[in-house]
């Protein structure tokens, strides 16, 4: 049973951990530094071996903390998540140990949130991109990212010296993207309905 | 004089000779583009004669940023997309979007909302698992299961078009509710077609299940074990192969499943043919669950009345009424609004669970939407699974995951 006694005992002599108000599950902030003994304990002690899920969320260049490293842990036995944040200290470059020792489910998430918002996790066997190609300079979740993309060069390099095609942000006219994100979409809108280009008259550079 | 008879099996000879001949190792590529991979997914296999000896999947082939494109519309624009994620079973995927956003938002639905959806949900998973065997059936060579059960999800098809106005990419869920409420005569419909549905699931049952081929070909192929299983994070029918019992739909009942009595089939090996007997069983569970479905459904409203900035107004109100009219304005415009917080879901679906990550800074767009798929976690334990096979097991075991690449790549 995942009750506060569960929790007291969860927290007792980890001051590394402290515990946020969440009404779905249990959600715990943790130190980098010993999220992976943490996590190894959550696993073989308290039986929450299921990694269902880690992700990262941008808070915005202004923020303290940028990157969120987010976790959902499953039990089997307690039938219940459990949420562990970890926030990257370095917004210029994070970084975070890396869990896949421990799950190896966390090989290809860490992958995909290095892949997408270019957190590194340390002493990952094979941190490379993995729905990006190899080659592809920038982290589209990232929130200065467009939503149309950048232009970049073609992934082949020899398709692109013969056709001298690239990679074109993806055309907005028309499309159902109205908001930012964050704020109101009747404000927003005027932003993303950018009419000084078309798709038959060029985007001004 | 007696002989002895020793039984050899050609494949094992082919890879004695290949292991003991000072192996010059392959490379062989298999994808993007290939019958076998179901979609996108690029194989990039070392080989030793017949048999792997490396396997890296590479993915995004098929990947389109719906995470970013969240980020930038309304809770119900987004609902499309959704359809586009596992598109065998897409009316699934936008009840577990649906109930991610009003979980966080905090909305209790009518009973009826929430049958419809159950009713819905269990469509989809037997359309889903009836493609997914049917082309098992090929992938190991028998073409004619298909055909039984592609005729059958025809009929399924001929149902969602009623009910939602398209074959394929339904939208059928508002957040809040569903788009309308059940055509007249279209539950019996359903029932018609649940009733009829065991007999070509036997059809099916009888040119498979004890095929001798199909054994041979599956059986003690591609086996996961019970821990490789939970250690990769493997959901749905390819965990309960492997004889771990875990449903969310009994686990952490939602949308009233809890009120329908069903079996959760466990495997005990884990290999190919488990799998595959594990979704034929799940098929026959959601035929009991729709016909309870049926039964049971109840009456009232299909969408949370009460939800004034989440649900827009029936139509014939908004072109009546000032206040409504002004409310469907604020919706479509705003966008559903939802209080700040983060909420995580998971919905069982076909394919595995399908978690939906939400942070919400308020107002009617996500602030970060991470769409948790199932064949993606799925299909990581490949690296591991393959080496070892023989190349022509490639086929089963790729068909045996059932996975989907629009899912998986996003």
């Not at chain 1, 056709?163 to 704020?183: K, L, W």
């Not at chain 2, 940023?65 to 079973?89: C, H, S």
Request: proline content about 6%; charged content about 25%.
């Amino acid at each position: 049973m995942i009750d506060d006694d569960f929790v007291k005992a969860l927290l007792e002599g980890r001051d590394f951990i402290s515990i946020k108000h969440r009404d779905d599950c249990l959600t715990l902030d943790c130190l980098p530094d010993s999220l992976i003994d943490f996590c190894k304990h959550l696993r073989d002690d308290q039986t929450f071996d299921l990694l269902v899920d880690l992700t990262a969320v941008d808070h915005g260049e202004e923020a303290d903390n940028r990157f969120q490293v987010v976790l959902h842990l499953y039990s089997l036995i307690h039938k219940s998540y459990l949420r562990l944040h970890v926030a990257c200290p370095d917004n210029q470059s994070p970084c975070i140990p890396s869990l896949s020792s421990v799950f190896p489910a966390a090989n290809w998430h860490e992958r995909e949130t290095f892949d997408m918002f270019g957190i590194k996790f340390t002493d990952h066997p094979n941190l490379k991109r993995i729905l990006m190609w190899d080659d592809y300079p920038y982290f589209p979740l990232r929130k200065e990212f467009p939503l149309a993309g950048i232009e970049v060069p073609l992934p082949a390099a020899d398709v692109a010296e013969v056709t001298g095609a690239d990679v074109d942000p993806a055309p907005m006219m028309g499309g159902p993207f109205v908001a930012s994100g964050n704020g109101r979409m009747s404000e927003a809108e005027p932003r993303a309905k950018d009419e000084s280009w078309t798709e038959e008259s060029e985007k001004p550079l | 004089m007696s002989t002895t008879v020793k039984e050899v099996q050609i494949g094992d000879v082919g890879a004695q000779a290949a292991a003991h001949a000072d192996g010059e190792r392959m490379s062989l590529n298999v994808g993007p583009s290939h019958p076998t991979t179901h979609g996108v997914l690029r194989l990039l296999m070392e080989l030793d004669g017949d048999l792997i000896t490396r396997c890296e999947p590479v993915l995004g082939y098929l990947h389109r940023g719906d995470e970013k494109i969240a980020e930038n519309m309304t809770y119900n624009q987004f609902v499309p997309y959704t359809d586009r994620l596992d598109y065998l079973a897409p009316l699934a995927n936008n009840v577990a979007y649906a109930i991610t956003v009003e979980k966080l938002a905090g909305l209790k639905l009518p009973e009826r909302c929430e049958a419809i959806r159950v009713l819905v949900c269990e469509m989809a998973r037997i359309s889903s698992h009836l493609l997914g065997m049917g082309v098992f059936g090929m992938d190991a060579g028998a073409w004619t299961p298909f055909m039984y059960t592609f005729t059958e999800r025809e009929k399924l098809y001929t149902l969602f078009e009623e009910l939602t106005g398209a074959r394929f990419t339904t939208s059928y869920t508002r957040i809040g509710g569903v788009a309308r409420d059940l055509p007249e005569g279209w539950m019996s419909k359903v029932e018609k077609f649940v009733d009829e549905l065991p007999k070509a699931i036997d059809e099916v049952e009888k040119l498979l299940t004890r095929n001798r081929i199909f054994l041979d070909r599956t059986e003690g192929i591609g086996t996961i074990s019970k821990e490789d299983a939970i250690a990769y994070g493997l959901t749905g029918p390819n965990l309960r192969a492997s004889g771990v019992d875990l449903d969310l739909r009994k686990d952490k009942p939602y949308s009233g499943y809890e009120k329908y009595e069903f079996d959760v089939p466990i495997g005990t090996k884990g290999d190919c043919y488990d799998r595959y007997l594990v979704r034929i069983e799940e098929v026959r569970q959601s035929i009991l669950i729709v016909k309870q479905v049926i039964a049971s459904m109840p009456g009232g409203l299909w969408y949370a009345e009460d939800a004034k900035k989440i649900f827009a107004p029936p139509k014939e109100k908004v072109m009546t009424s000032m206040e409504e009219l002004i409310q469907n304005f604020m919706i479509v415009t705003e966008g559903p609004q939802v209080p700040a917080g983060e909420t995580y879901f998971e919905a069982e679906n076909p394919k595995g669970a399908l978690g939906f990550y939400l942070v919400s800074k308020g107002g009617g767009v996500p602030y970060r939407l991470k769409i948790r798929a199932p064949s993606f976690c799925n299909l990581s334990i490949l690296e591991k699974l393959v080496p070892g096979h023989m190349l022509s097991d490639i086929t089963v075991i790729l068909g045996s995951l059932d996975f989907v690449m629009g899912e998986c790549d996003r």
